[in-house]
T-cell receptor, first 116, second 116 residues
């Protein structure tokens, strides 16, 4: 079946502009994660959604970052007033989260964000 | 706090040689999960294996094998008879088994180059 999809695949923006990144999880997966991959920081967790529960935002680096998940499916990560240090690949992952054990996270292809 | 260390930043081997990628982890949890992901040049993280902390049996899948040793907190990955298609960055990751945010803590990755 279809995997996790993300759009756009590439985004170039100017410093100070807002950007929105989209993630479509695997159908039936209730858990959704956002990670960021950058040269300096490696792969780091940003935010976690599970069903209708309040999201875990503990990994968001600043209040310029926010995310929402509508209808328990599609998620949007928004970065306001982008800075050059926001340049990175933003990865989305989803997992089944129904068996009571740690489910495998499956990743999308990522969105490469470049802030000029 | 959880931590994953992949001390080998880059490895190059000649095709058909065997190669082992090291992974050492730290966690205070008694129940946890370990993962390996492959990131080929295309950029997408590809799931390879998941192991829980109660299962120390080694696993073999084709040319891939994994050695999990709780005594040394290691979860090493061996590729036998390497092929050019194995060239990629490999990430080891750790997740605790809480029934909540099961975010992955990643190592910094090992870039493997298979020389034809």
């Amino acid at each position: 079946g279809a995997g996790v999809s993300q759009s756009p695949s590439n985004k170039v923006t100017e410093k100070g502009k807002d950007v929105e990144l989209r993630c479509d999880p695997i159908s039936g997966h209730t858990a959704l994660y956002w990670y960021r991959q950058s040269l300096g920081q490696g792969l780091e967790f940003l935010i976690y959604f599970q069903g209708n529960s309040a999201p875990d935002k503990s990994g968001l680096p600043s209040d310029r970052f926010s995310a929402e998940r509508t209808g328990g499916s599609v998620s949007t990560l928004t970065i306001q007033r982008t800075q050059q240090e926001d340049s990175a690949v933003y990865l989305c992952a989803s997992s089944l989260e129904g068996t009571g054990s740690t489910d495998t996270q499956y990743f999308g292809p990522g969105t490469r964000l470049t802030v000029l | 706090a959880q931590k994953v260390t992949q001390a080998q930043t880059e490895i190059s081997v000649v095709e058909k040689e065997d190669v082992t990628l090291d992974c050492v982890y730290e966690t205070r949890d008694t129940t946890y999960y370990l993962f390996w992901y492959k990131q080929p040049p295309s950029g997408e993280l590809v799931f390879l294996i998941r192991r829980n902390s109660f299962d120390e049996q080694n696993e073999i899948s084709g040319r891939y094998s994994w050695n999990f040793q709780k005594s040394t907190s290691s979860f090493n990955f061996t590729i036998t008879a390497s092929q050019v298609v194995d060239s990629a960055v490999y990430f080891c990751a750790l997740s605790d088994a809480n029934f909540g945010n099961e975010k992955l803590t990643f190592g910094t990755g090992t870039r493997l180059t298979i020389i034809p």
